[in-house]
């Protein structure tokens, strides 16, 4: 039996991916920037030397997502691989706009190559992540990652390792359910109806080049200025969309509300939205707790979970 576990964390996009340049080959059409958390995790076990695939996430079967797990097992250890049995476990809500597919994604293409004794480098792991869930590609990174596009692909790169500016990131989760558009065919949908998608990736690269010389130079009123107006244009773009695609609802404006009445009492904070309706909250460390308090006592926030920045995809032990 060759078997093997990794386990990943999500990572939350400051500039974000949405859209992408070539839909077979899943290549981002912009790069992005992100941060990889540390608290929040998706284990994934990898077992080759069953009949056929199989995908349990969190002890129930998930026959849905099985499809892409199997194409992306052929794209780590070839077509002619035996059949693997592939147990999922996060300690987060899945599907609901919190990157579980970028930590899914991450863990499977370590586990899934250090089970079959593939070797693989860091950098073609990250690309192999990247063709199941672009932002997966990110998730193989530490702490402030960038991924460029290039004529090759995509290369992904630390900017900043988590000790080096050491941020605090509260999630605030409005929805635990799954959400209604998946992120893929939203991006093709607004690629396609969005009168705004030409100029949100016209544009991307000076947001990229601000949010990178920020995080070089370690000014968080910059970064969060950048982040906030990248993420409001994302979904302005979706806005746009025919039908629309809307991720938001009152909670959502509710903790953005509470974020601006943050910044307003001198609090380092800023906030970024991904593809659901929940709302991720940066801060510096001094402001965390200010953060998580008023973030919980928010109308319409089921819990709140906080993170430090952390480390990319690796192999761990799993009883
Ligand atoms: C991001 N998101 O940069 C952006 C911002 C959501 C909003 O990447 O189709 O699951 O699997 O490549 O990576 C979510 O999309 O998309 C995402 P696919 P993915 O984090």
Redesign the pocket.
């Known amino acids: 039996m060759m078997q093997a576990s990794a386990q990943a964390q999500p ?3 400051l500039v ?3 859209g ?1 340049r070539d839909v077979a080959a ?1 290549l ?1 059409a912009t790069g ?1 920037i ?1 941060i990889t958390l540390d608290s929040l995790w998706t284990r994934m076990s990898v077992n080759f030397g069953v009949a056929d695939d199989l995908l349990i996430v969190n002890g129930v079967p998930a026959d849905e997502m099985l499809p892409r797990v199997t194409r992306c097992l052929d794209s780590v250890a070839g077509k002619g691989r035996a059949g693997a049995r592939v147990t999922s476990a996060s300690n987060f809500p899945i599907a609901a ?1 919190l ?1 579980s ?2 930590s899914a994604f991450a863990a499977l293409v370590v586990a899934a190559s250090d089970a079959a004794g593939c070797g693989h480098e860091r950098a073609e792991l990250s690309r192999l992540a990247g063709r ?5 590609a990110r998730s193989l990174f530490d702490g402030f990652v960038e991924l460029a596009i290039t004529s090759a692909g995509i290369d992904v790169t630390t900017l900043a390792g988590p000790a080096e500016w050491p941020l605090q990131v509260i999630v605030a989760v409005t929805e635990e359910a799954g959400k209604a558009v ?3 065919d939203a ?1 093709i949908r607004c690629a396609q109806t969005s009168p705004f998608y030409q100029s949100w990736v016209d544009r991307q690269d000076e947001d990229l080049a601000a949010a990178r010389a920020a995080i070089a130079r370690r000014d968080f009123a910059k970064l969060g200025a950048i982040a906030e107006h990248n993420c409001l244009k ?1 979904h302005s773009v979706m806005w746009g969309a025919r039908p629309p695609i809307v991720y938001w609802t009152k909670a959502t404006l509710a903790c953005m509300e509470t974020v601006r009445g943050l910044q307003d009492a001198g609090h380092a904070v800023f906030f970024t939205i ?2 659901g309706p929940q709302v991720k909250v940066v801060c510096l460390p001094e402001s965390a707790e200010a953060a998580q308090a008023a973030l919980a006592s928010t109308e319409g926030v089921r819990k709140t979970m906080q993170s430090a920045l952390g480390i990319g995809a690796r192999k761990v032990t799993v009883d």
């Open positions: 990572n939350i996009a974000k991916y949405w992408k899943n981002p992005s992100s706009g990157a597919s970028a199941a869930s672009g932002s997966a998946g992120s893929g991006m994302m991904d593809a």
